[in-house]
């Protein structure tokens, strides 16, 4: 008999407050950049897109779309005995991925701007970004006991690694050319996405990578993590760069 981990009323439900939370964020911030001058409306642009696009895919999920159901099978062996086998059927949230496939690129955009990063670097960082996501959405549907879902995983671990490289290397080194302000600026706030990002990959490990936890847990643990990633993060960079003249764009 196959074991079934399905989402249930309390992942539900989280579900929806995320979304209501997206939503009120996304009209808050649409707000705040008329209240800014053209050349600090760019932040307050691509911050806006970012929790309009986690509405979106948290409306998607809490209505039951995006998701499929996914099978392992885990093959114990043991001497002397027949092996055998455990089947695991758990719901894979693949929403989850379009959405940081489009709003973790412009995170790193919001992040690169602030530094004031070349193009070579940001495209190199969101192009690495990218990889990060769409190798994680393989792993996710990844074979147990074959190289195919941990492999992935490990190239998609590999891919973080270089972005984490542009922002805490080259971000940092740019940022602390601008001025002493930005400079602390940008290794405060680029140091919270780091610690928040890095909680990503071992969620998934637990959870959709060798499931371990419930959905349900799953989905309370990125709840929290998107939150901070696109709501706090989005109002700590809002409210902040709009009193530094160094962070305006001339575009
Ligand atoms: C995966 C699994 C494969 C290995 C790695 C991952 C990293 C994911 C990250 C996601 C960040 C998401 C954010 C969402 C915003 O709300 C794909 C989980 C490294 C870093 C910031």
């Not at 995320?18 to 307050?44: D, E, G, Q």
């Not at 393989?138 to 147990?144: D, K, L, S």
Request: charged share 15%.
């Amino acid at each position: 008999r196959p074991e079934l981990q399905f989402a249930e009323d309390s992942g539900k439900r989280t579900l929806w407050v995320v979304f209501v939370i997206m939503v009120i964020a996304s009209a808050a911030f649409a707000a705040m950049s008329w209240r800014v001058p053209v050349a600090k409306r760019l932040y307050h642009v691509i911050t806006t897109l970012i929790v309009i696009f986690a509405s979106i895919s948290y409306f998607a999920m809490a209505t039951g779309h995006g998701v499929s159901v996914h099978t392992t099978v885990i093959r114990s062996q043991h001497e002397h005995v027949p092996d055998t086998y455990h089947e695991i059927q758990r719901q894979v949230y693949w929403a989850r991925y379009v959405d940081w496939a489009l709003t973790t690129p412009l995170l790193l955009l919001d992040l690169s701007l602030l530094a004031g990063l070349n193009g070579a670097h940001i495209t190199m960082a969101i192009v690495a970004d990218v990889i990060m996501i769409l190798t994680g959405l393989f792993a996710a549907f990844g074979t147990e006991g074959t190289p195919q879902k941990w492999g992935w995983y490990t190239i998609a671990c590999v891919a973080y690694l270089v972005v984490v490289w542009h922002l805490a290397v080259n971000g940092r080194a740019q940022a602390q050319a601008k001025s002493q302000n930005v400079g602390k600026f940008f290794v405060a706030i680029a140091g919270f996405t780091l610690l928040v990002w890095t909680a990503y990959p071992i969620v998934w490990g637990i959870a959709d990578g060798s499931r371990k936890i419930s959905v349900d847990s799953e989905i309370i643990a990125y709840a929290v993590l998107d939150l901070l990633a696109k709501p706090v993060f989005g109002i700590w960079l809002l409210v902040t760069h709009a009193k530094i003249p160094e962070t305006n764009i001339d575009l």
